[in-house]
């Protein structure tokens, strides 16, 4: 089980770096949002996966709330984003 995690949190960091180059480079700030939202999902898998590798369930909580504060966040960029092509 441990070179799985060792696997797993390898290819995370690969894509959580490979993310935070698009939101540094990013030409937009819409390419920019969704790369944050792209990292926020890769914090809920990386949870995800240490409470399978650790197989300690209290972690479930905080995935549900980051999951939510994502959801919200961008339904609210997009809906502000609309309002601003709009005018």
Do not use: H, K, Q
Not at 18 to 39: E, H, I, K, N, Q
Not at 45 to 62: E, I
Not at 65 to 74: D, E, H, K, P, Y
């Amino acid at each position: 089980m441990s070179v799985v995690w060792i696997v797993v949190s390898v290819l995370l960091m690969i894509a959580a770096v490979l993310t935070t180059v698009r939101v540094l480079r990013g030409p937009s700030s819409l390419d920019r949002l969704v790369a944050l939202d792209t990292m926020i999902a890769l914090c809920m898998c990386g949870l995800a996966a240490w409470a399978a590798y650790s197989r300690d369930s209290t972690v479930v909580p905080a995935i549900v709330a980051l999951s939510l504060l994502s959801f919200v966040g961008s339904v609210a960029i997009a809906r502000f984003r609309v309002r601003d092509d709009e005018t």
